[in-house]
């Protein structure tokens, strides 16, 4: 059984940066992308970083510059570094395990955490 765990959100003012953690158990981690999806209050579900499992990366143009994906397969972990934060990346983010190998397209398989809440205030 595949499992996701967030662990990082809080609350931060605008400019401030939080550190986001996901360990995956029940899959071979090193072998798939993962992806971070944030959904905000009254919006859908988006995409907003990706990383194969090669290291290739991947950013919604949102957090281009702003965020990094990184990932440590030996500790079947995939980390989401979101500095310059603004109130528009307040939201609950989920960490993903991608179907496939690649970052670009992202394919989600449909295995979901329970997110972790990140509040930007202004």
């Known amino acids: 059984q595949v499992q996701l765990v967030e662990s990082g959100g809080g609350l931060v003012q605008a400019g401030g940066s939080l550190r986001l953690s996901c360990v995956v158990s029940?899959?071979?981690?090193?072998?798939?992308?993962m992806g971070w999806f944030r959904q905000a209050p009254g919006k859908e579900r988006e995409l907003v970083a990706a990383i194969s499992s090669g290291g290739s990366r991947d950013y919604a143009d949102s957090v281009k510059g702003r965020f990094t994906i990184s990932r440590d397969n030996a500790k079947n972990t995939v980390y989401l570094q979101m500095n310059s934060l603004k109130f528009e990346d307040t939201a609950v983010y989920y960490c993903?395990?991608?179907?496939?190998?690649?970052?670009?397209?992202?394919?989600?398989?449909?295995?979901w955490g329970k997110g972790t809440l990140v509040t930007v205030s202004s």
């Open positions: 029940g899959r071979t981690f090193s072998r798939y992308a």
């Open positions: 993903n395990t991608g179907a496939g190998a690649g970052a670009a397209p992202y394919y989600a398989m449909d295995y």
